[in-house]
């Protein structure tokens, strides 16, 4: 009989992230604790990571080691991804989220959301899901709709130098 997983089932235990990664356990909670990764918690406490968590975590650690990133410094690059655009488009409750105006971080990190978040499970978000790649950090952080504005105001340009020679 084979088992599957889904890529977000939390069935990986800290210390098997902590080998993974090649760090003590105790950064993977600093990691938890900086909120740039969500670990599903049971009732007794125990964290359990997916497969799509590690991944995250894989790129948290290329952006410290090999991009000379700090903490703060990957808190703020996530605190530029635009929820909005991977949760219906901005509108008047984006507006007044505090996600728009004052984050300093990941979207799930901040406690006062407008209402289209305010009930959501964040481990479940498509935001927290979306597959953050340290090779795609641009287009995430442009969101899809800015990725196809982007596309379509640089087509024309390429044309122009096409002609230019």
């Known amino acids: 009989m084979?088992?599957?997983?889904?890529?977000?089932?939390?069935v990986i235990s800290i210390g098997t992230v902590a080998k993974r990664l090649g760090v003590a356990?105790?950064?993977?909670?600093?990691?938890?604790?900086?909120?740039?990764?969500?670990?599903?918690?049971?009732?007794?406490?125990?964290?359990?990571?997916?497969?799509?968590?590690?991944?995250r975590l894989k790129c948290i650690r290329k952006m410290i080691t090999e991009h000379g990133l700090n903490i703060s410094g990957i808190k703020q690059l996530m605190a530029l991804i635009p929820c909005w655009d991977y949760r219906g488009g901005f509108d008047d409750d984006c507006r007044i989220c505090k996600v728009f105006s004052e984050s300093i971080g990941p979207c799930w990190n901040v406690r006062e959301v407008g209402a289209k978040c305010r009930h959501e499970d964040c481990r479940l978000c498509s935001?927290?899901?979306?597959?953050?790649?340290?090779?795609?950090?641009?287009?995430i952080i442009h969101g899809e709709r800015r990725k196809e504005l982007l596309n379509n105001s640089i087509e024309p340009l390429r044309g122009e130098e096409e002609t230019d020679k």
């Open 127 to 139: 935001v927290y899901r979306l597959e953050i790649s340290c090779d795609r950090m641009k287009e």
């Open 2 to 10: 084979t088992i599957s997983y889904d890529i977000y089932d939390p």
């Open 25 to 55: 356990v105790q950064t993977v909670r600093l990691y938890e604790k900086e909120g740039l990764v969500l670990p599903y918690k049971t009732q007794t406490g125990r964290r359990l990571f997916s497969a799509h968590d590690v991944e």
